[in-house]
């Protein structure tokens, strides 16, 4: 079975694949690793032990074991002849039935940033396609005058897509300028003309394509605009065509009267009106900000059980990070903008500069600290094996409809080899 470990010092591939009860070469292969480069303490990998055998690990409990292998807590305490409440050794061995996976969708981002597209971005989508309900290419822009400005290669994304059984969306943004403008959605917004031009474009292009989600992913407009938002939802969900659905973007919020941006995003309302909706649960740690677990779990945690209070939780897509950031310290407003490192760069770099990797187990995220060589101190938070399957415990605990991956191109193996142990992902293409 599959179980998360964590490096101590003195460990590399072999020795633990012989404490393990598996194979160099697997352990490789499961954690995407360089055979010749060595392990880093606190590093997490992803291991297959013999049979149903499982190794307690620091800060497991019965229930955390229970909810990653789908199986009854109290199947899992008789079996192991243990009481719920029993209190467990790291390195205590346990034996785990099999479970029942449970059944959610998956979604994953797509933004090219070369015309064309680079060939590593390509097979990294169909490396990741068999993992996916819906690959979301990123993104037709709304005009002002109704029309859609369309990203490079539709055509080819989509073909990707279908070969797949993978449902393409058609994510429509409110960029302008490579900003999210609150004035091109007013336009849209409040000119009946302009928006039955546009709802009639956004049909005859997923038509064209065969684009069978419509995914509105409207960011930073006006409170002001928050009913027209709805009203315009409305009308998108009486004109779609039969087997198409409508979807999305929400900004992560925990109340009703969360004011900003937030504050256009009526989370009682979408969850009426669309089929589902995809939350960002992440960017507590930001570019521009201090350094901090990038999805922390409470706060994730917080903004779930918020919108399960205004919709159904089989609405729900939980936000996932695909990266992590490398903010400069002392953190000061004005400092160069934190890097995003992706889970294998970032222990990359833990390695280069001989550090440990922490793991935080409030936020339930990775992080280290090292400095450069100009002496300049660096901070790092990134996902590994443990914060995503914390994620995935999340998912199970509250019963909601699946995860969206921010986004293709950041390489990361343990998440997909752990999604596809963890659940069963509803293909529909």
């Known amino acids: 079975m599959l179980q998360i ?30 055979p010749a480069e060595t392990l880093v303490i606190g590093q997490a990998l992803i291991v297959n032990t ?46 785990v039935p099999k479970g029942t996976k449970k059944i959610i969708e998956s979604i994953a981002y797509l933004q090219p940033s070369t015309i064309p597209i680079k060939e590593s971005l390509i097979a990294s989508t169909k490396a990741v396609n068999a993992y996916l309900t819906y690959l979301a ?54 000119n009946e003309t302009i928006q039955n031009t546009f709802i009639t474009n956004i049909l005859q292009t997923a038509q064209k394509y065969g684009m069978r989600d419509i995914h509105f992913d ?9 009913e027209a938002y709805n009203q315009f939802l409305r009308k998108v969900k009486t004109r779609l065509p039969k087997g198409y659905t409508l979807s999305t973007t929400l900004v992560p919020k925990t109340s009703s009267t969360q004011k900003g941006p937030a504050a256009a995003h009526d989370y009682k309302a979408q969850g009426e009106i669309v089929d589902f909706v995809v939350i960002m649960t992440y960017d507590w740690g930001w570019q521009g900000g201090p350094p901090l677990a990038v999805s922390p779990i409470g706060p994730v945690k917080q903004v779930i059980q918020y919108a399960k209070s205004q919709m159904s939780p089989r609405k729900i897509m939980m936000g996932q990070n695909l990266y992590g950031f490398d903010w400069i310290l002392p953190f000061k407003p004005g400092n160069p903008p934190a890097k995003a490192v992706s889970s294998i760069a970032a222990v ?82």
């Open 5 to 34: 470990i964590t490096v101590r010092s003195g460990d590399n591939v072999y020795k633990l694949a012989k404490q393990y009860g598996t194979t160099a070469e697997t352990i490789v292969k499961d954690n995407g690793l360089n």
């Open 50 to 95: 013999q049979g149903n055998t499982y190794f307690v690990q620091p800060g497991d409990s019965l229930y955390k074991i229970a909810l990653t292998y789908n199986v009854p807590l109290a199947s899992l305490a008789k079996v192991n002849h243990l009481s719920l409440k029993s209190a467990l050794q790291v390195g205590q061995q346990l034996y």
């Open 137 to 190: 290419y990123f993104s037709f822009e709304a005009k002002r005058d109704g029309t859609l400005k369309e990203p490079t290669q539709t055509s080819e994304i989509v073909s990707i897509a279908k070969q797949g059984q993978t449902i393409p969306m058609l994510v429509i943004t409110n960029l302008e300028n490579g900003s999210f403008s609150p004035e091109l959605t007013s336009v849209i917004l409040r």
């Open 218 to 226: 409207f960011e930073n407009f006006a409170p002001a605009d928050r």
């Open 348 to 429: 990359s770099l833990a390695r280069k500069h001989n550090v440990p990797i922490q793991y935080d187990f409030i936020s339930q995220a990775p992080h280290f600290n090292y400095y450069d060589a100009n002496g300049v101190k660096h901070e790092v938070w990134f996902e590994d094996a443990r914060s995503v399957q914390s994620k995935f415990n999340l998912i199970k605990e509250q019963g909601i409809r699946g995860i969206s991956y921010w986004k293709i191109g950041l390489p990361f193996p343990q998440n997909w080899r752990l999604l596809s142990e963890n659940f069963s992902i509803t293909k529909k293409g």
